[in-house]
């Protein structure tokens, strides 16, 4: 063990969980979290809750489970908060969803009726086909974060947390891209008062986080915190913030396959995606300009990867094709289906199928659980600004200016991993293997 053990205050208390939005996503995290504390089911999917570290040599057999090995909060002490632009409760909005059985939201219902929504921040022109009434008004932009803070802490009291942090799990907002007002703490809080365009609600919501010293985690590709502004100030707050765009269904396939064909120098023609979905984020996504937000997060992903830069006989100007069809009888099970022309030895053509009858908000749910339990570690160890080590959590993560990001899900995984060892003081494992070959 090193010396280098991070200082990591202990999770006592309550950690309030503030979820944006409280549709598919979030209903099916809360219902899920609630029905594993009841022993009722397992929490598949969440690294925090099943995933294991190793420490120290292969021979050690020193495994330890992730919330073992660091502390992490209980699930007991887990106290549910959200705002939504839809008035009905938890349990109502999950029946609607239609992702989880009834005989399983009846076995929770007492605790998902009781989870009424705040009040949401919320603009039809960022967001054109929702509609919700249960939304706040105020003069200028600032003066709704002033009200969103004012939730929090009032959240805060009347649940008795000792720490919050917040996630965005609702909708995707149309294209926007950085510009002036983006740049300075100074500027992004002008642009609020004057009640700028630029200024998206997700942004307003994570201001008031970050004011509010509560870790945020963004779960759509919207900009939010991909700006400097507020990467400065959680930087200067010692807020942790990561983001971008849940890596779900077909996303997580891609960075699950595409370093398998660029470890064996395997070359790519092309690779077309389509998604059929018939959820509220299908309807959300059938606007062009929503969709466009979509469309950078998904076809980042190959790009960086691949690498055609360093290995354009393999990769240069493949072809990269993403759709999204909005099909309502589909509702939540999302189908993703890949065409993938790859190439082998001397050139000859080979194709793989993909078909992906996925459900989103599972395997979305335990995404939330393990930003909520990783950002709350970050920040009891005083680790604010940008969360990279989370990357393996998002199709399009964030990084500091200059560097790009790094999409391979097995190298963040390590990266991770890799994380939780340096804040435990632990050896880094690289995998070399040379210490079982070496003569004493």
Known sequence: MSDNQADIAPANGK????????????????????????DISKPIGSLTQMGTIRLGKRTDNNVPRIKDFVPLADLDDIVFGAWDIFEENAFDAAMNAGVLEKDLLNQV???????????AVFSQKYVKRLEGKNVKTGKNKMELAEQLIEDIADFKQENGCDRVVMVWAASTEIFLTPGEIHESVESLEKAMYDDHDDIAPSMIYAYAAIKSGVPFANGAPNLTVDIPALTK?????????????????QTLMKTILAPGFKSRMLGLDGWY???ILGNRD?????????????????????????????????????????????????GDNKEGWDNIDIFGWLGYKMQIKVDFLCRDSILAAPL??????????????NMGGLQEWLSFYFKAPQTPDELYPEHDLFIQLKKLKNTLRHMKGEDLITHLGTEYYDED
């Open 15 to 38: 950690l309030g969980i503030l979820l944006v939005g409280l549709g598919a996503v979030s209903t099916t995290f809360v219902a899920g979290v609630e029905a594993i504390k009841r």
């Open 109 to 119: 219902s007492e605790q998902l009726s009781s989870l009424k929504p705040m009040k």
């Open 233 to 249: 100030l959680a930087e200067d707050e010692g807020v942790p913030i990561c983001g971008k765009d849940f890596k779900t269904g």
């Open 273 to 275: 995606s389509t998604n």
């Open 282 to 330: 299908g309807e959300v996504l059938d606007d062009p300009e929503s969709f466009k937000t979509k469309e950078e997060s998904k076809l980042s992903v190959l790009e960086t990867i691949l690498q055609p830069d360093i290995y354009p006989d393999l990769y240069k100007d493949f072809s990269h094709v993403v759709r999204i069809n909005y099909y309502p009888p589909r």
């Open 368 to 381: 939330v659980l393990d930003l909520a339990l990783f950002l709350d570690l970050a920040k009891r160890a």
